[in-house]
């Protein structure tokens, strides 16, 4: 192999020789830094240019494994980005009707972020970032731009925990907002929450929206809850069987705000001595 | 062995060089000079042959360049008397040395590679100086090529003197 590179190359000596030197020429040529070099600079690259678009058509295997990595890794990095500005998207339509809802409250709101949710039991709660040292107190309100979430059932200085309505515990008086029917909203596992002490013939029509009511210790009148889904009348009873969509999607839930509203406990305490 | 048979032509090399930076300027006709190095070029493509005569247009055109200072571009005239060189070379004729090198073919033979050289030389040395080359060989190219044909008119006549001589 090498002695018929030889070969080859003694047979061609007087061109490989000029073409050392020309390319060494070439080579010295390029050290200067004149107006003619500058001017052939760049004919050689348009040069070069020239001949690469002429044999472009070669696929060149390499090249294009390269090429392919190159193009895959960019799509996952804009993949990423793509999801990260969705997600950067979402939060902000999240927070602005955060923030319509806090321009419309009468009440002072803390803005909480949910760092821990159990949705898998019938007694459901969060653990959220506030706590008293926020001014944040047991029995105030969650709720979202969508209605009610809950109510803080215990703080301490830098969090808080939350039961959220759909949690087996947690009791709220409520009313059909367009026929002012009461009852208490319950929740007994399931997508639904149940709107009790509703009588037969009391008017409740699937669409109707539920809020909170003024009868309710703990919540401010007319924090939406649901919409009412369909109400049955129960067997070999006086009342009917209300279930109500909650407004909010407990799934979805990330940002919140505590409510800050609190019980008049001389009301408490009035109505738990004549319970 | 091969020294001492290129040591005779690396000194005349050295004293062309010496002659074409030192008098060759009082010989000046309106800037145009004779290119003597050319003309020992071209002498020892036809004594030699195409790879000495390509080497010694490369070795003695790279002088050049060195001597020429900042005005000069280095690899200019290493490059196109490495290209004379070799284009000279094509003329070599092994048997028949003596003859060109005493006749009129010499004078053609420089007068053909002068040509390109300098036609190479001033393509390369104009761009860019708002010259266009075809000017600078017509105003150049061309008187330098004739003053070094006639030039070459001398070492013409010293190896037809030669070869009258030589029995």
Do not use: C
Request: charged share 20%.
């Amino acid at each position: 192999m090498v002695k018929r590179l030889y070969d080859i190359v003694l047979l061609f000596k007087e061109y490989v020789v000029v073409a050392f030197l020309i390319l060494t020429s070439v080579f010295l040529l390029t050290l200067n830094d004149t107006a003619q070099i500058r001017v052939l600079r760049s004919y050689a690259i348009v040069g070069v240019g020239l001949m690469q678009n002429a044999v472009s058509f070669i696929p060149n295997y390499f090249d294009l494994r390269r090429e392919n990595d190159v193009l895959r890794r960019m799509n996952l990095a804009l993949s990423d980005e793509v999801s990260r500005l969705r997600e950067g998207r979402l939060e902000n339509l999240r927070l602005r009707q955060l923030l319509l809802l806090k321009e419309r409250a009468e009440h002072r709101y803390v803005a909480a972020n949910i760092l821990g949710k159990n949705l898998q039991l019938l007694r459901n709660t969060v653990t959220l970032n506030v706590g008293s040292d926020d001014d944040v107190l047991p029995n105030m309100p969650i709720v979202s731009e969508s209605g009610l979430v809950g109510k803080i059932i215990s703080t301490t200085a830098g969090y808080s925990i939350g039961q959220l309505l759909l949690n087996k515990d947690l009791r709220v008086s409520a009313k059909i907002q367009r026929s002012r029917v009461d009852g208490i909203i319950t929740w007994e596992g399931g997508p639904y929450l149940t709107l009790q002490n509703v009588a037969r013939t009391d008017d409740v029509q699937p669409g109707d929206l539920v809020i909170t009511s003024e009868y309710s210790a703990f919540f401010p009148k007319g924090i939406r809850i649901g919409v009412v889904n369909d109400a049955h009348p129960l067997p070999s009873s006086l009342f009917q069987s209300v279930h109500v969509l909650p407004a909010v999607d407990f799934t979805e839930l990330e940002e919140i705000f505590v409510m800050q509203f609190q019980p008049d406990s001389s009301r408490i305490i009035l109505e738990q001595r004549n319970r | 062995m091969l020294t001492r048979r290129l040591l005779p032509d690396i000194i005349l090399s050295a004293l062309v060089l010496l002659l074409q930076t030192t008098v060759v300027e009082f010989l000046a006709v309106h800037t145009i000079v004779p290119d003597l190095v050319l003309i020992w070029i071209v002498v020892t493509a036809l004594r030699r042959g195409q790879i000495p005569a390509t080497a010694a247009g490369f070795s003695m055109g790279l002088v050049q360049d060195l001597v020429s200072g900042p005005d000069g571009m280095l690899g200019l005239s290493a490059l196109t008397k490495t290209i004379a060189g070799f284009l000279a070379g094509y003329f070599y004729a092994e048997n028949k040395t003596p003859q060109i090198l005493g006749s009129y073919r010499l004078l053609l033979i420089t007068g053909i590679v002068s040509l390109v050289h300098n036609a190479l030389y001033f393509v390369l040395f104009l761009q860019g100086s708002g010259i266009r080359w075809t000017d600078g060989i017509l105003s150049y190219g061309l008187p330098s090529t004739a003053y070094t044909v006639a030039v070459a008119l001398i070492p013409m006549l010293i190896f037809a003197r030669k070869q009258v001589s030589s029995p």
